[in-house]
T-cell receptor, first 115, second 111 residues
Framework: DTGVSQNPRHKITKRGQNVTFRCDPISEHNRLYWYRQTLGQGPEFLTYFQNEAQLEKSRLLSDRFSAERPKGSFSTLEIQRTEQGDSAMYLC?????????????FGQGTRLTVV | EDKVVQSPLSLVVHEGDTVTLNCSYEVTNFRSLLWYKQEKKAPTFLFMLTSSGIEKKSGRLSSILDKKELFSILNITATQTGDSAIYLCAVLSSGTYKYIFGTGTRLKVLA
């Protein structure tokens, strides 16, 4: 297993376009998290899944954001009608809940630039 | 609302110095506190702390948790330029099993 994988690594898009990011977690992990990080800030929680169920979505997240994890494996995060304020690093992390206390493992992130 | 606060926000030291990074939290249903190091992209795991007063140590890094006063410290002794990074503190809530991060401390170690 090579760890958490995110694609693409970089994305530049024009304002108003839709973008989709993919995250492949560590294979046996049942929890998958999406975070957003801007310069000088820590990762900000967006949403998370246990298996295929989306358990929580941040109230800071507008309706333009949607995430799926259709078969409890990989996940996608879509941003519709992108705005310049969406420019950030989008981090995916995974963990295995049932092994007691466990750390989350992070992917390399997708850096989004909206121009 | 659950909150994790780190201090200082940034720190510049010289090689060989010892630094102490602070993390305080207000979280419902605390389960564990984690420290990560972020150099360029992905945060990498350093420590997980669940019990008060038990020091975790890895080389020149060590960390301890105080669940009564709701804080943790991360110590780095004999700092090296390779320690330059953002150090993130996160708390795992047992209610939601969600990791809540602080803003991080940006450490720069000068040669």
């Amino acid at each position: 297993d090579t760890g958490v994988s995110q694609n693409p690594r970089h994305k530049i898009t024009k304002r108003g376009q839709n973008v989709t990011f993919r995250c492949d977690p560590i294979s046996e992990h049942n929890r998958l998290y999406w975070y957003r990080q801007t310069l000088g800030q820590g990762p900000e929680f967006l949403t998370y899944f246990q298996n295929e169920a989306q358990l929580e979505k941040s109230r800071l997240l507008s309706d333009r954001f949607s995430a799926e994890r259709p078969k409890g494996s990989f996940s996608t995060l879509e941003i519709q009608r992108t705005e310049q304020g969406d420019s950030a690093m989008y981090l995916c992390a995974s963990s295995y809940l049932d092994r007691g206390d466990t750390e989350a493992f992070f992917g390399q992130g997708t850096r989004l630039t909206v121009v | 609302e659950d909150k994790v606060v780190q201090s200082p926000l940034s720190l510049v030291v010289h090689e060989g110095d010892t630094v102490t990074l602070n993390c305080s939290y207000e979280v419902t249903n605390f389960r564990s506190l984690l420290w990560y190091k972020q150099e360029k992209k992905a945060p990498t795991f350093l420590f997980m702390l669940t019990s008060s007063g038990i020091e975790k140590k890895s080389g020149r890094l060590s960390s301890i948790l105080d669940k009564k006063e709701l804080f943790s410290i991360l110590n780095i002794t004999a700092t090296q330029t390779g320690d330059s990074a953002i150090y993130l503190c996160a708390v795992l809530s047992s209610g939601t099993y969600k990791y809540i991060f602080g803003t991080g401390t940006r450490l720069k170690v000068l040669a």
